[in-house]
T-cell receptor, first 117, second 114 residues
Framework: AQSVTQLDSHVSVSEGTPVLLRCNYSSSYSPSLFWYVQHPNKGLQLLLKYTSAATLVKGINGFEAEFKKSETSFHLTKPSAHMSDAAEYFCVVSGNAGGTSYGKLTFGQGTILTVHP | KAGVTQTPRYLIKTRGQQVTLSCSPISGHRSVSWYQQTPGQGLQFLFEYFSETQRNKGNFPGRFSGRQFSNSRSEMNVSTLELGDSALYLC?????????????FGQGTRLTVV
């Protein structure tokens, strides 16, 4: 079984300052990890995914995440926050006990990011 | 390329009624999964269909069911609605070529049970 824990339910930053959203995972297998973002009244959009090709993953809108197996973490960062980054962010792990489990995504509880002017 | 389409966008139902939600995946995607999103429980996996077969199921009562048609379109049904079923129901489609193939989500159906 796999699980994810997002360590902060709310993060508040000022525009132009760095963003750090923390995620720890638990998985019996090599994990497939994602970060999704959800803007108010919108669906979920993929920010980035871990593909095992590189531990530092670059996503859209300047976001990055670093996979650290020793710490079982996949934290999301952005050097400089923009007002448009205000949204809820989800760390996600997919089922990976063989191909038939790929379609089951397990979500963290979400982190609401607030960006102050 | 058209995205994932969910209909209807909003629904209001009365306790005890049943409801059917529809999801049209991205063309060529054979996997469709459903999720329930509530403020208290977050996003929870309901079930996943692949080529008309239910492959994975979450921990929901039997009142929640689904199916997938030969064109990959999927429906989920909730019978005997309860107030606690009020939620945003999200559908995702994926080609699922590998474990880290991304899922594409629809805008969701907002169900309110009164």
């Amino acid at each position: 079984a796999q699980s994810v824990t997002q360590l902060d339910s709310h993060v508040s930053v000022s525009e132009g300052t760095p963003v750090l959203l923390r995620c720890n995972y638990s998985s019996s297998y090599s994990p497939s990890l994602f970060w999704y973002v959800q803007h108010p009244n919108k669906g979920l959009q993929l920010l980035l995914k871990y593909t095992s090709a590189a531990t530092l993953v670059k996503g859209i809108n300047g976001f990055e995440a670093e996979f650290k197996k020793s710490e079982t973490s996949f934290h999301l960062t952005k050097p400089s926050a923009h007002m448009s980054d205000a949204a809820e962010y989800f760390c996600v792990v997919s089922g990976n006990a063989g191909g038939t489990s790929y379609g089951k995504l397990t979500f963290g509880q979400g982190t609401i990011l607030t960006v102050h002017p | 390329k058209a995205g994932v389409t969910q209909t209807p966008r909003y629904l209001i139902k009365t306790r005890g009624q049943q409801v059917t939600l529809s999801c049209s995946p991205i063309s060529g995607h054979r996997s469709v999964s459903w999720y329930q999103q509530t403020p208290g429980q977050g996003l929870q996996f309901l079930f996943e269909y692949f080529s008309e077969t239910q492959r994975n199921k979450g921990n929901f009562p039997g009142r929640f069911s689904g199916r997938q048609f030969s064109n990959s379109r999927s429906e989920m049904n909730v019978s005997t609605l309860e107030l606690g079923d009020s939620a945003l129901y999200l559908c995702a489609s994926s080609s699922l070529l590998t474990g880290n193939t991304e899922a594409f989500f629809g805008q969701g159906t907002r169900l309110t049970v009164v």
